[in-house]
């Protein structure tokens, strides 16, 4: 059916700051294992792709290490995120990769995410949320 405005704020209540980034493959490894940390419980820091595909096996432990405000500090032991694939490639973790999102979870730590610190900041402010998903869908 037709998508209105109105849709467009239901689905993204918070209208984040939109940003690109060029991250290295580790950093987008440990930013999905972030996310996928409390699986299967829904929870906020789940990232939310576009291009990439994984498995998550929750049968295995979250390895994930967070400091008393509830920010990743390290990643130890064995991983929950597999066979991460950019664009049908598999991710290098030593490869640098450009992608975009929300300026909160990029650069401020949304959900206690650090994974991106250190990454290069290509462009701070590409636009709110509602009105990129708004030029493209209306």
Partial sequence: GDITYEDI??????????????ATGQQILD???????????EQGPFLQVSGITL????????PCVANEQGTLVGIEGPRRVSNVRINGEPIDPN??????????????????????DGAK???SDCGLEYFILTDVTL
Avoid at 9 to 22: G, K, R, W
Avoid at 31 to 41: N, S, T
Avoid at 95 to 116: E, P
């Fill in 95 to 116: 490869k640098k990769y450009i992608g975009g999102g929300a300026t909160h979870v990029l650069l401020n730590h949304g959900g206690g995410n650090t994974a991106f």
């Fill in 31 to 41: 930013a999905l294992e972030w996310g996928a940390k409390e699986l299967p419980q």
């Fill in 9 to 22: 704020i239901d689905v993204l209540p918070f209208n984040d700051t939109i940003c690109t980034i060029e």
């Fill in 121 to 123: 900041v290509i462009q």
């Fill in 55 to 62: 498995e998550i096996n929750t049968g295995i432990a979250s």
